[in-house]
């Protein structure tokens, strides 16, 4: 017998041998075929309903309203951190309520720099927060102290503190969130400008106001000045004087 037929008969056994042994299960599957297609069904079912219910849930945290609080740098100040209450979400924000985990002292009139404010806005709750809407009060505001070349914060309020935020949805389901916010944050950005932006040219302008200032004496001449915006060059005309 040449080595080709003993591969064919070989294998031939073989298969024979696995048809033997599988025949039971291939009987069970004959006999039980119905149940392994309702087993199916459901199977299928149960994937589909869950994939419905994340899709819901997805639509729901996409319409949902969203209230963050963070620090952000004051708008015209580079030396204050105002706290910030925001609706970044899609819906209305309904019965918000925010409070601290330190309370803010006030009472004193020449420390508070906003913070009596802050302490009045959040006493009761918000009834309607709209989507990006903010509420922005001054939290830290820095000032010189005498023998210190760092800021401090002339304002009662803590540099850091926890913001919880608790508030519904328009179909009254409630939400709360607690937010860990720290100055240092924001105390600690860095930012550049050129010379030939707007706060660059006004910087200039004022250095060159403060020269004029420091070096003319005061009279009773009424000028108009015109300047090149150089930082070393400041050109002034007089229009009128008393002799006129």
Known sequence: MKNRDKVLVGGSVVCGLVALALSPAFIWINDHGDGLSAMAAIATGIVAINALRASARDSADRSRPVVVAEFQLATESDTSADLVIRNDGATVARNLSVSFDRDIVTGDLDKDRGASSIQQRYSRTIGVLSPRQEL????????????????????????????????????????RDDFELHVDVMLHSTHSFSSTSVRGQLKTMAQALKKMSERAPVSSTTTTSSFKMTDNFVAERPIF????
Request: glycine share 10%; hydrophobic share 30%; proline share 5%.
């Open 136 to 175: 922005r009060n001054t939290w830290w505001f820095g000032g010189s102290v005498a023998g210190s070349d760092r800021l401090k914060n002339l304002n009662p309020t803590p540099d850091e503190v926890v913001v919880t935020l608790k508030y519904e949805d328009l179909n009254g389901l409630k939400y």
């Open 241 to 244: 004087n008393d002799d006129e």
